[in-house]
C-alpha cells in the first residue's frame, strides 16, 4: 500500500473510530430512548467501520490491529470535527448530520477503489451508512421545519459546527499519488463541493463558506485541544493490561 493511501485510510479509520467513541457518550442521557437506541447502533456501526479499516492497513503492514486504534496522540489523522465533546444535544445532532452526509461521498469514493480490500469494506459500511444519513436528516429536518426554539439551537449548532465540518476535506499528504493510484476515485475538493451542495439544499439557504474560520490542522496532523482527554478514556483499559486480548 503507498503512503498516500496509507493516510487516507488511516485518516478515515480514526473519524469513523472518533464519531463512533463520541456517540457513545450519548448512550443512556440522549433526550429520549429511541435516540439511546439509534446512537447506540450508530456508534457500533462506526466502531465497526474503524475496525475494518485498521485492520486492512494493519494486515498489510504486518501489524496489530489495536496497535494503530490506539496509538500515540501524534499519530492520528482525524479531523477536528470528530474530536469535538458536543455535550449539547444540538452539537451532537448537527454533528451527526454534517459527518454523515460528508461519508455519503467518502464511501462512494473508495467505492470503486483499486484496492479489492478496501471495496469489500464499502459494500458493507453503505449499508449501514445509509440509515445513518435518514436517521439524521429525519431528525434534523423535523427540528427545522417546526419554528421552535429546538430549531434555533440546531441552526445555532450547525452554524458553530459548519467550520469544522468543511475542514474535515482538507486532504493528507499524499492524495494525488492516492487518487492517481485508484484506491480513491476523487480527490478531496471534489468531494467538498458534493458535500456543500447538499448541505445548501437542506438547508435551503446560501452559506458564505469562503467566511468560515476553519480550524488549523496542518494536513491533520495538528490535534485538537479535546483529543488528549478522549485519548486517555479510550486507552484507559489497554494501559492498565497491555498484555489484555481484544
Same mark, same amino acid.
Not at 479499516?53 to 477536528?80: G, K, M, N, T, V
Not at 462512494?108 to 440509515?131: F, N
Not at 452554524?159 to 468543511?166: F, G, N, S, V
Not at 483499559?237 to 481484544?246: E, H, L, Y
Given at each position: 500500500?503507498?503512503?498516500?493511501?496509507?493516510?487516507?485510510?488511516? *485518516?478515515?479509520?480514526?473519524?469513523?473510530?472518533?464519531?463512533?467513541?463520541?456517540?457513545?457518550?450519548?448512550?443512556?442521557?440522549?433526550?429520549?430512548?429511541?435516540?439511546?437506541?439509534?446512537?447506540?447502533?450508530?456508534?457500533?456501526?462506526?466502531?465497526? $467501520?474503524?475496525?475494518?479499516?485498521?485492520?486492512?492497513?494493519? *494486515?498489510?503492514?504486518?501489524?496489530?490491529?489495536? =496497535?494503530?486504534?490506539?496509538?500515540?496522540? /501524534?499519530?492520528?489523522?482525524?479531523?477536528?470535527?470528530?474530536?469535538?465533546?458536543?455535550? +449539547?444535544?444540538?452539537?451532537?445532532?448537527?454533528? /451527526?448530520?454534517?459527518?454523515?452526509?460528508?461519508?455519503?461521498?467518502?464511501?462512494?469514493?473508495?467505492?470503486?477503489?483499486?484496492?479489492?480490500?478496501? *471495496?469489500?469494506?464499502?459494500?458493507?459500511?453503505?449499508?449501514?451508512?445509509?440509515? $445513518?444519513?435518514? $436517521? =439524521?436528516?429525519?431528525?434534523?429536518?423535523?427540528?427545522?421545519?417546526?419554528?421552535?426554539?429546538?430549531?434555533?439551537?440546531?441552526?445555532?449548532?450547525?452554524?458553530?459546527?459548519?467550520?469544522?465540518?468543511?475542514?474535515?476535506?482538507?486532504?493528507? =499528504?499524499?492524495?494525488?499519488?492516492?487518487? +492517481?493510484?485508484?484506491?480513491?476515485?476523487?480527490?478531496?475538493?471534489?468531494?467538498?463541493?458534493?458535500?456543500?451542495?447538499?448541505?445548501?439544499?437542506?438547508?435551503?439557504?446560501?452559506?458564505?463558506?469562503?467566511?468560515?474560520?476553519?480550524?488549523?490542522?496542518?494536513?491533520?496532523?495538528?490535534?485538537?485541544?479535546?483529543?488528549?482527554?478522549?485519548?486517555?478514556?479510550?486507552?484507559?483499559?489497554?494501559?492498565?493490561?497491555?498484555? *489484555?486480548?481484544?
Amino acid at each position: 500500500m503507498i503512503d498516500g493511501a496509507r493516510e487516507h485510510l488511516l *485518516a478515515f479509520a480514526d473519524d469513523e473510530h472518533m464519531m463512533g467513541q463520541g456517540h457513545t457518550e450519548w448512550i443512556g442521557v440522549a433526550p429520549f430512548l429511541e435516540e439511546d437506541l439509534a446512537f447506540c447502533s450508530i456508534a457500533q456501526d462506526e466502531l465497526g $467501520h474503524a475496525a475494518a479499516l485498521y485492520e486492512l492497513i494493519a *494486515a498489510d503492514e504486518a501489524l496489530d490491529a489495536d =496497535a494503530l486504534a490506539f496509538r500515540p496522540p /501524534h499519530d492520528y489523522r482525524s479531523c477536528h470535527l470528530v474530536e469535538l465533546p458536543c455535550d +449539547d444535544w444540538a452539537d451532537a445532532l448537527a454533528r /451527526h448530520w454534517l459527518y454523515d452526509t460528508a461519508e455519503r461521498h467518502r464511501w462512494a469514493a473508495l467505492g470503486g477503489s483499486s484496492d479489492p480490500g478496501v *471495496a469489500a469494506i464499502v459494500e458493507r459500511a453503505e449499508r449501514e451508512e445509509s440509515y $445513518h444519513r435518514r $436517521h =439524521a436528516e429525519t431528525l434534523a429536518a423535523r427540528l427545522l421545519d417546526a419554528p421552535s426554539d429546538g430549531a434555533d439551537r440546531l441552526l445555532g449548532a450547525i452554524e458553530r459546527l459548519l467550520p469544522y465540518a468543511d475542514a474535515l476535506w482538507e486532504p493528507v =499528504a499524499g492524495e494525488p499519488q492516492t487518487v +492517481d493510484a485508484g484506491v480513491v476515485t476523487d480527490a478531496s475538493a471534489d468531494l467538498r463541493d458534493r458535500w456543500r451542495a447538499d448541505v445548501v439544499a437542506f438547508l435551503r439557504r446560501p452559506v458564505d463558506w469562503d467566511a468560515l474560520d476553519r480550524p488549523s490542522q496542518a494536513g491533520r496532523t495538528i490535534r485538537s485541544e479535546h483529543f488528549a482527554a478522549i485519548h486517555d478514556r479510550i486507552t484507559e483499559v489497554i494501559r492498565i493490561d497491555p498484555a *489484555a486480548t481484544w
